[in-house]
């Protein structure tokens, strides 16, 4: 079975870092870029980062830019992201997804998700 | 950045009505048009890719059409199960990027 599944979120106060772990199984991880996407209390989808199967390449939304950084170990089936500098607005359930490049890059596969609370 | 513009935010309707959902972008999104599905309290769901196919599993009465700037998701005719938000994303342009949603609601 194809599944993902997030760890690490929780309470975090603002300045502070937390680092999100998305474990990957039932397919092929080091074929598939993966994103990290977040949702606000109440709001909609926001795009945060990219990473592509080799890990060569990174992409992140500019809301995020210089304080998050993603990363994968392939031999562990596990991408990450590490979110340092943490301000309220970072507050969400951030979901893991693979893309799928033979789908046009939509996101296939979610996480269940993980909550991450910024707040003193 | 590309903005995704959806419409109407809210459509109330009745199950076996058919619901049209538009996603309107600021620049051409060649067929890098997707469309997911959420439901409170679940992850979102993939239901069409390049504008216009179907994802795995999906039910008929979903179908995707548009090209450039222009995209529209149909739901023939409702079943109780598809009241739920409805987001379009784009995964040609970096930053990537999601519409606000629209929330199909029970009339």
């Known amino acids: 079975e194809v599944q993902l599944l997030e760890s690490g979120g929780g309470l975090v106060q603002p300045g502070g870092s937390l680092r999100l772990s998305c474990a990957a199984s039932?397919?092929?991880?080091?074929?598939?870029?993966m994103s990290w996407v977040r949702q606000a209390p109440g709001k909609g989808l926001e795009w945060v980062s990219a990473i592509s199967g080799s890990g060569g390449d990174t992409f992140y939304a500019d809301s995020v830019k210089g304080r998050f950084s993603i990363s994968r170990d392939n031999p562990k089936n596990t991408l990450y992201l590490q979110m340092n500098s943490l301000r309220a607005e970072d507050t969400a359930v951030y979901y893991c997804?693979?893309?799928?490049?033979?789908?046009?890059?939509?996101?296939?596969?979610w996480g269940q998700g993980i909550t991450v609370t910024v707040s003193s | 950045e590309m903005v995704l513009t959806q419409s109407p935010a809210t459509l109330s309707l009745s199950p076996g009505e058919r619901a049209t959902l538009s996603c309107r972008a600021s620049q051409s999104v060649s067929s890098y048009l997707a469309w997911y599905q959420q439901k409170p309290g679940q992850s979102p769901r993939l239901l069409i890719y390049?504008?216009?196919n179907r994802a795995t599993g999906i039910p008929a009465r979903f179908s995707g059409s548009g090209s450039g700037t222009d995209f529209t998701l149909t739901i023939s005719s409702l079943e109780p199960e598809d009241f739920a938000v409805y987001y379009c994303h784009q995964g040609s342009n970096w930053p990537l990027t999601f519409g606000g949603g629209t929330k199909v609601e029970i009339k």
């Open positions: 390049d504008a216009s």
């Open positions: 997804a693979k893309r799928s490049p033979d789908l046009g890059y939509g996101m296939d596969v």
């Open positions: 039932g397919f092929t991880f080091s074929s598939y870029g």
